[in-house]
């Protein structure tokens, strides 16, 4: 279940009527809310435990304590027991894209269809809650796995969607399945011969396309997708925002945000419908960097929503072999991988956000790719290496042995993403060798040489849910479990450190630490509500862990369905 609104009252009513909590909810809104729980941990080093804590109505809290001695100070506080649940600090993702989650949501899923019929099924059934006239997008049918094992047609949609364009990606992104509605966008007449380069149109005995454009032909179809609408973007923020609650984040950094993205959110916030906070960083050296270099750092004032970093791009991916290396890889030799940016573009764009007071965060992934960004800061900060600046590299996947104490020396945060490691482990070995892979992921030697890790997920690439990054960080072992021990076991971290990336030193990276991150008098009453211990359990159980409510500013935003 989730709930959405606004006001506290709003929202423990609503709790109340949707369904039997396992606690006590109060009726009405007091002054002084009491939580209590089995146990409370805060991340705060002083008081690393407590059984109470107590917040007012705006979301402060108040105190923290033994459950006596916080009724004792409290007799009239409205009592939120949880019961012998374990209560943390609300998590944080310190890397992912909310409006590409919430697309996903509104596109249909076609993965695992038996049949055609069974696609035109989900298409039907999604199509049912769209506007008239928008596009129907979707992905993931395999005709390989359907009955008739042929390229499905444009006619097949056309029975179902006369009117509306459909437009629909093969699981492998390398096809696309138009109906007449969508083809006739296109404006070339594609009936013949002729094919574009690097691509191929389906065709019929007669020249007509069936409906199938393969490689390079599916861009004839793709530039007429529009654009996101301003209520459709609006949307996919609202649903991105919605599933992070759902697995008890109370905060992401959204890697990459436009001026109109920007705008989106600021409506969302303005109108409280921001369920969680969002450090948004600008999209690159652009139009929402100088946004924040003409206006300053931009902050709502409801405390949900900031705009103080900006993200760039060193290199690409290791899969692709987009990811920068020093020196050829293991697997393709001649290819060091691609670098995005040139130093003078890195240069210009770093000394204007040094200029402007902006956080940079910059993605890396190859020894090059961080080589190159490790360069670029220490020429941007120059002598101010140590001032308050946390400056961020994204993902730091592969660092040369010689670059790894730069991160520590120069005051730079590793914003990692402990799932990345799990689901690239069987093949980033071939891609690096032996040597390389040492310095691969390696959260342990980063953290034991003094670097701050803010960790994160960077959906929807990987699951928005931290309970797997979590999982992955404590075992890099994968669901299952395998390799037995864990992969390159000496860099996992502990369950203690884990969380702490995706709690104190998560809000750190954004900034954040003084209002949450912890459990503290004066912060904000940002938890979780976990029916386990995440400190406590086996770290193969971390997955596992059931999120019974996520509350922000001590609003429930996410109340779990109680089995
Ligand atoms: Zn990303």
């Given at each position: 279940?989730?709930?959405?609104?606004t006001?506290r009252?709003?929202?423990?009513?609503?709790?109340?009527?949707?369904?039997?909590?396992?606690w006590?909810?109060?009726?009405?809104?007091?002054?002084?809310?009491?939580?209590?729980?089995g146990r409370?941990?805060?991340?705060?080093?002083?008081r690393?435990?407590a059984?109470?804590?107590?917040?007012?109505?705006?979301?402060?809290?108040?105190a923290?304590?033994?459950?006596?001695?916080?009724?004792?100070?409290?007799?009239?506080?409205?009592?939120?027991?949880?019961?012998?649940a374990?209560?943390?600090?609300?998590?944080?993702?310190?890397h992912?894209?909310?409006?590409g989650?919430?697309?996903?949501?509104?596109r249909?899923?076609?993965?695992g269809?038996?049949?055609?019929?069974?696609?035109?099924?989900r298409?039907?059934?999604?199509a049912?809650?769209?506007?008239?006239?928008?596009?129907?997008?979707?992905?993931?049918?395999?005709?390989n796995r359907?009955?008739?094992?042929?390229?499905?047609?444009?006619?097949?949609?056309?029975?179902?969607?006369?009117?509306?364009?459909?437009?629909?990606?093969r699981?492998d992104?390398?096809?696309?399945?138009?109906?007449?509605?969508?083809?006739?966008?296109?404006?070339?007449?594609?009936?013949?011969?002729?094919?574009?380069?690097?691509?191929?149109?389906e065709?019929?005995?007669?020249?007509a396309?069936?409906?199938?454009?393969?490689?390079?032909?599916?861009s004839?179809?793709?530039?007429?997708?529009?654009?996101?609408?301003?209520?459709?973007?609006?949307?996919?923020?609202?649903?991105?925002?919605?599933?992070?609650v759902?697995h008890g984040?109370?905060?992401?950094?959204?890697?990459?945000?436009?001026?109109?993205?920007?705008?989106?959110?600021?409506?969302?916030?303005?109108?409280?419908e921001?369920?969680?906070?969002?450090?948004?960083?600008?999209?690159?050296?652009?139009?929402a960097?100088?946004?924040?270099?003409?206006?300053?750092?931009y902050?709502h004032?409801?405390?949900?929503?900031?705009?103080?970093?900006?993200?760039?791009?060193?290199?690409g991916?290791?899969g692709s072999?987009?990811?920068?290396l020093?020196?050829?890889?293991?697997?393709?030799?001649?290819?060091?991988?691609l670098l995005?940016?040139?130093?003078?573009?890195?240069?210009?764009?770093?000394?204007?956000?040094?200029?402007?007071?902006v956080?940079?965060?910059?993605?890396?992934i190859?020894d090059?790719?961080?080589?190159?960004?490790?360069?670029?800061?220490?020429r941007?900060?120059g002598?101010?290496?140590?001032?308050?600046?946390?400056w961020?590299?994204?993902?730091?996947?592969?660092?040369?042995?010689a670059?790894l104490?730069r991160?520590?020396?120069?005051?730079?945060?590793?914003s990692?993403?402990?799932?990345?490691?799990?689901?690239?482990?069987?093949?980033?070995?071939?891609r690096?060798g032996p040597?390389?892979?040492?310095?691969?992921?390696?959260?342990?030697?980063?953290?034991?040489?003094?670097?701050?890790?803010?960790?994160?997920?960077?959906?929807?690439?990987?699951?928005?849910?931290?309970?797997?990054?979590?999982?992955?960080?404590?075992?890099r072992?994968?669901?299952?479990?395998?390799?037995?021990?864990g992969?390159?076991?000496?860099?996992?971290?502990?369950?203690?450190e884990?969380?702490?990336?995706?709690?104190?030193?998560?809000?750190?990276?954004?900034?954040?630490?003084?209002?949450?991150?912890?459990?503290?008098?004066g912060?904000?009453?940002?938890?979780?509500v976990?029916?386990?211990?995440?400190?406590?359990?086996?770290?193969?159980?971390?997955?596992?862990?059931?999120?019974?409510g996520?509350y922000?500013?001590?609003?429930?935003?996410?109340?779990?369905?109680?089995?």
């Amino acid at each position: 279940m989730r709930i959405k609104g606004t006001t506290r009252t709003r929202l423990l009513a609503g709790a109340l009527a949707a369904c039997v909590l396992p606690w006590a909810l109060p009726a009405q809104a007091e002054e002084v809310t009491l939580l209590v729980a089995g146990r409370i941990h805060t991340m705060d080093a002083a008081r690393p435990r407590a059984q109470a804590m107590a917040f007012d109505s705006g979301g402060r809290i108040l105190a923290l304590g033994t459950r006596a001695a916080m009724q004792a100070q409290f007799p009239d506080a409205v009592l939120l027991d949880v019961g012998p649940a374990t209560v943390v600090p609300g998590l944080i993702d310190a890397h992912g894209h909310v409006a590409g989650l919430g697309l996903n949501a509104m596109r249909v899923d076609l993965a695992g269809t038996a049949s055609k019929e069974e696609a035109l099924q989900r298409l039907r059934d999604f199509a049912a809650d769209l506007p008239p006239g928008t596009w129907l997008l979707g992905r993931g049918w395999d005709q390989n796995r359907w009955a008739v094992k042929q390229f499905p047609t444009a006619g097949d949609l056309d029975a179902h969607f006369p009117d509306r364009p459909v437009w629909l990606r093969r699981v492998d992104g390398h096809a696309g399945w138009a109906n007449s509605a969508a083809m006739a966008r296109v404006e070339r007449d594609l009936t013949g011969a002729w094919e574009p380069d690097g691509g191929k149109v389906e065709r019929d005995a007669g020249g007509a396309p069936t409906g199938v454009f393969i490689d390079e032909a599916m861009s004839l179809v793709d530039v007429h997708v529009p654009e996101l609408e301003d209520g459709v973007a609006s949307r996919a923020l609202a649903l991105g925002m919605q599933a992070a609650v759902a697995h008890g984040l109370t905060g992401v950094h959204d890697a990459g945000v436009s001026l109109a993205t920007l705008a989106h959110y600021q409506r969302l916030a303005d109108r409280g419908e921001m369920p969680l906070r969002v450090h948004a960083m600008a999209d690159g050296d652009g139009a929402a960097l100088d946004r924040l270099c003409s206006d300053g750092l931009y902050q709502h004032p409801g405390g949900h929503l900031q705009m103080r970093a900006v993200k760039l791009f060193a290199d690409g991916a290791l899969g692709s072999r987009g990811a920068a290396l020093l020196t050829d890889y293991s697997d393709e030799a001649g290819n060091r991988g691609l670098l995005l940016a040139t130093n003078e573009q890195l240069d210009k764009a770093t000394a204007k956000a040094r200029r402007c007071g902006v956080q940079v965060a910059t993605h890396a992934i190859g020894d090059r790719g961080n080589r190159v960004v490790l360069d670029a800061y220490a020429r941007a900060l120059g002598k101010d290496a140590g001032s308050d600046h946390r400056w961020r590299v994204e993902h730091a996947q592969v660092l040369a042995p010689a670059d790894l104490p730069r991160l520590a020396q120069m005051g730079v945060i590793a914003s990692m993403q402990p799932t990345h490691a799990t689901s690239d482990m069987d093949w980033a070995g071939e891609r690096l060798g032996p040597q390389r892979i040492e310095h691969a992921y390696a959260w342990r030697e980063l953290r034991d040489s003094g670097t701050r890790l803010a960790l994160g997920s960077d959906f929807p690439v990987e699951s928005v849910d931290p309970r797997l990054g979590l999982y992955s960080a404590t075992t890099r072992a994968d669901a299952a479990g395998l390799p037995a021990g864990g992969w390159q076991p000496e860099e996992k971290l502990t369950a203690f450190e884990a969380l702490r990336g995706f709690t104190l030193d998560a809000a750190f990276a954004g900034f954040n630490e003084d209002e949450v991150g912890s459990l503290e008098v004066g912060k904000r009453a940002d938890f979780v509500v976990l029916a386990q211990d995440p400190l406590e359990v086996e770290p193969r159980q971390l997955r596992d862990l059931k999120v019974l409510g996520t509350y922000v500013d001590g609003d429930a935003v996410y109340i779990g369905a109680v089995d």
